[in-house]
């Protein structure tokens, strides 16, 4: 019988053991993904809490996550089986950022960007007065309310989860639909989106000659390695050849950064090289935030870094309704945390498709935004400078000049400067879930 109890006793502990090894460690990634998009969507985007562990959180693991919100202290508490708790803060103008374990909200960086919110005394996209009725001839436009639809209509057993989707053709909104619970004053978290508003602010700098894309040398922890020869391009190549890992299933440098690290542009700075530049494609979140931090000492204060994303290009363009959020250290994080409204997605967009240029002024260099559209390679003709391409043809019945920005569960900034086009769509399901190819067909179907 003791030895009965023994076997017990010891099959308790392996499982303890065990448990303590694989498992525990992802409870940091159910807790603080939780704390952290509670605490956006509350503050932020003023859904409600339950609303947000219903759509946004369900997903495997992260829905098991317990959340208590605290309105007066601007705070969600999320905790995982009693084991693990988080704590996510949000501050007015910075969104919400979650807290590393044990650090005191003292130690958070006290500046806020100024923002101008100006508004234009002009229609879409360069104010924000009703456009005059315009009708082309060209537009099938029953074609194209159906096509825009049926991205919103479950159909054979098929979720498609949009939200919002907004069509613009020469510079005017043709169509535009939003499901239950949203609207055109909903910001939309972009996830990585966000990528894109990294490169075009470094696009800025280099408009205003204070970074070049083929500059090396980038950080002086680089300086006596073989590192110091990558170049701000292929950095935003994703073909640095730097370490990296990105799966979102476990811990690992993607979900550290995210979740564990204070100062998200420091993790990629301390990879090694295992691979070489200009022929290692490897899409990292770590390397845009690297370029957060890369931009970040361009500057001599942390007041003039968070301001210069909102003067020189964001609220420039009237993307007014747009939020980054930072992490813990004050660096945006560029990677992930951008909010709009979808209108405002779809000038950002507009700006790229005009190549660069806003209501007549060289926001960003032609050959920038040329830049963004050259094939990374290795990459098969899907990236280029932080955008997605389909140079490769991965959407078959979509013009090969298309590029987007892309972010996770199928947000989409759609560029096709062929077709004078711009389309945004919004929502819970990616492609192939949500039919890419077929929903582009459709509305680009619809113009003749």
């Known amino acids: 019988m003791k030895k009965f109890f023994k076997y017990i006793l010891l099959i308790i502990v392996l499982v303890i053991a065990y448990f303590a090894f694989t498992t525990y460690p992802k409870l940091d990634l159910v807790s603080g993904f939780s704390s952290k998009s509670v605490a956006s969507h509350l503050f932020i985007a003023n859904r409600s809490q339950a609303f947000t562990e219903a759509e946004d959180n369900n997903i495997p693991s992260i829905g098991l996550a317990t959340n208590e919100v605290n309105l007066n202290g601007n705070y969600v508490l999320s905790n995982a089986f009693g084991i693990k708790e988080r704590k996510a803060l949000y501050r007015e103008g910075l969104g919400a950022v979650l807290l590393p374990e044990d650090a005191s909200e003292e130690n958070l960086f006290k500046e806020i960007p100024f923002r101008n919110k100006t508004k234009s005394n002009l229609p879409f996209p360069y104010g924000n007065l009703a456009q005059k009725d315009t009708v082309f001839e060209n537009v099938d436009y029953t074609l194209l309310k159906k096509s825009v639809h049926e991205a919103f209509v479950d159909k054979e057993e098929e979720i498609q ?61 680089w300086k006596d390695d073989e590192r110091a020869s990558v170049s701000l391009k292929n950095l935003l190549n994703m073909n640095s050849g730097l370490a990296w890992e990105e799966d979102y299933s476990i811990i690992c440098d993607v979900t550290r950064m995210l979740f564990l690290t204070p100062d998200m542009s420091e993790i990629q700075k301390a990879k090694l090289l295992e691979g070489e530049s200009n022929n290692s ?40 309704s747009m939020i980054l959020e930072t992490d813990f250290t004050g660096n945006y994080v560029g990677s992930s945390y951008g909010w709009a409204t979808t209108r405002d997605w779809a000038k950002f967009g507009l700006l790229y498709l005009h190549e660069g240029n806003w209501a007549g002024e060289q926001i960003i260099n032609k050959s920038w935004v040329d830049f963004t559209k050259e094939p990374t390679q290795g990459s098969d003709g899907v990236y280029g400078g932080h955008f997605w391409l389909n140079a490769g043809e991965k959407f078959p019945d979509v013009p090969k000049d298309m590029y987007s920005c892309n972010g996770f569960q199928g947000q989409y900034v759609f560029i096709i400067p062929s077709k004078d086009l711009v389309v945004v769509r919004t929502g819970l399901k990616p492609n192939p879930d949500f039919n890419v190819n077929q929903f582009l067909r459709g509305i680009i179907s619809s113009i003749q």
Do not use: C
Not at 203 to 221: A, D, I, R, S
Not at 289 to 306: K, P
């Open 161 to 221: 989860k949009t939200r919002s989707v907004l069509v613009v053709y020469k510079d005017q909104i043709i169509a535009e639909e939003y499901a239950d619970d949203f609207n055109k004053e909903s910001v939309m978290l972009g996830w990585s989106m966000t990528k894109s508003i990294t490169s075009a602010v470094l696009g800025v700098l280099e408009k205003q000659e204070k970074v070049q894309l083929e500059q090396t040398n980038l950080f002086p922890e």
């Open 281 to 320: 494609w490897n899409y990292s979140s770590g390397t845009t935030n690297l370029l957060s931090g890369f931009i970040r000492d361009q500057f001599n204060s942390q007041q003039e870094y968070l301001d210069f994303w909102y003067q020189e290009l964001i609220d420039k363009i009237g993307m007014h």
